[in-house]
C-alpha cells in the first residue's frame, strides 16, 4: 500500500512541472516590435585606420535609426522560428574620419533600406521565468531572471545609396560613378542583395504575455555598392566625356564626374584609375534593436454543454 501512495504523491507533485512544460504551446506564436539604431561597415567614414574588416571600423558618428516588425513561432522549448521586416538609414561620411586618406577622399552616401529576413532562434540559457506558482516556502530557480539567445538566418534587401550635392540628394547608382554601364566596364550594380544575419539577443519576461530583448545584429551583404564605392577612380574628366560619348546629357555627365571624385587632396586636381577608391570587399552593417514581444494566447476548444 505504501508504494502506490507514495507514488501518487510524487506525481501530484510534478503536475506542475508537467504542466508547465507543455505550456509553452499555448503561447507558441508571438508578434514582435522594435525601435533601435543602425551603423555602416563598408569604405566610407570608419575608425582612425585606413580600413578594417566588421565592428573594428565603427563609426559612432553615422549611427542612424531602424524600426522593425516580425512573427515568432515557437518550435519546442528552445528553438524559435521567425520571420522580419525591417527599414533603417544608413550613413557612411569621410568627414566623419579620423584617417587622412579618408578624410581626403571625402565621399559620403546615405541610402534608406528594407530587409525582409527568415531566421532560427536558439535559446541558451532560459531564467526569465522564475518561479511561476509564487508557493509559499518555495523560492524556485530564478538564476539571473534573462533569456540568452543566439540567431542566424537569411534575408533579402533593397538599398538605394544617395549623395548630397548643391544641397539636393541624388541616387548614385543611375550615374555609374566608378564607369559602370560603359563600353568595356560592369553593368550597374543592383540595388537587391541577399543578406544573412546573425547575433545575440537578451530577453527579460515581463508578464505571461510581454518580454522584452535587446538584440544585437551582424550583417554580411553580397554586395561592394552600399557606399557606391568599391573599386578605382575612373578619371573625372574621362567619366564626363565616356558618359557624353555613349548618349548621357553633360549635365548629367558632369554630375556624375563630380560625384565620382570629390578629393580634397593638395595639388591634386583629380584622381585616376590607377587610384584606388575603396576596397573591393562586401559591405556589412550592425543593428542594435529593443525589441516586445506580444505572445498570441491559443484559444481553447470549449466543450459542448448537454
Known sequence: ??????????????????????????????????????????DLG???????????????????????????????SYLFLRGNVQWGILKGSDEFAKNDVRLNRNLS????????????????????????????????????????YLFGGIGLMYFNPKAQIDNQWVALQPLGTEGQGLPGQPDNYNRITLTIPYGIGIGKTIDRFWMASFELTMRHTFTDYIDDVSGRYYGRDQLRADKITNGSS??????????????????????????????????YFLTGMFTLSRKIVKKRRSRPKF
Not at 573594428?56 to 542612424?64: G, I, K, P, S
Not at 518561479?131 to 534573462?146: E, S, T
Not at 548629367?252 to 584622381?271: F, G, K, P, V
Open 250 to 283: 553633360p549635365a548629367e555627365a558632369d554630375l556624375a564626374a563630380r560625384l565620382s571624385d570629390r578629393n580634397t587632396w593638395e595639388n591634386i586636381d583629380q584622381l585616376n584609375s590607377t587610384d584606388r577608391r575603396g576596397k573591393p570587399d562586401n559591405d
Open 1 to 42: 500500500m505504501r508504494k502506490p501512495i507514495i507514488l501518487s504523491f510524487i506525481l501530484i507533485l510534478m503536475l506542475p512541472l508537467f504542466s508547465d512544460a507543455q505550456r509553452w504551446k499555448i503561447y507558441r506564436r508571438q508578434f514582435v516590435f522594435g525601435a533601435g539604431a543602425t551603423n555602416f561597415l563598408g
Open 46 to 76: 570608419g575608425g582612425k585606420d585606413e580600413g578594417r574588416d566588421g565592428p573594428y571600423d565603427l563609426d559612432f558618428a553615422a549611427t542612424r535609426p531602424s524600426l522593425i516588425v516580425g512573427y515568432r513561432y515557437q518550435l519546442n
Open 109 to 148: 552616401f546615405r541610402t534608406g533600406f528594407f530587409e525582409a529576413n527568415f531566421m532560427g532562434e536558439f535559446y541558451m540559457v532560459q531564467n526569465a521565468k522564475g518561479n511561476l506558482y509564487n508557493l509559499r516556502g518555495v523560492r524556485g530557480k530564478r538564476g539571473l531572471g534573462l533569456d540568452v
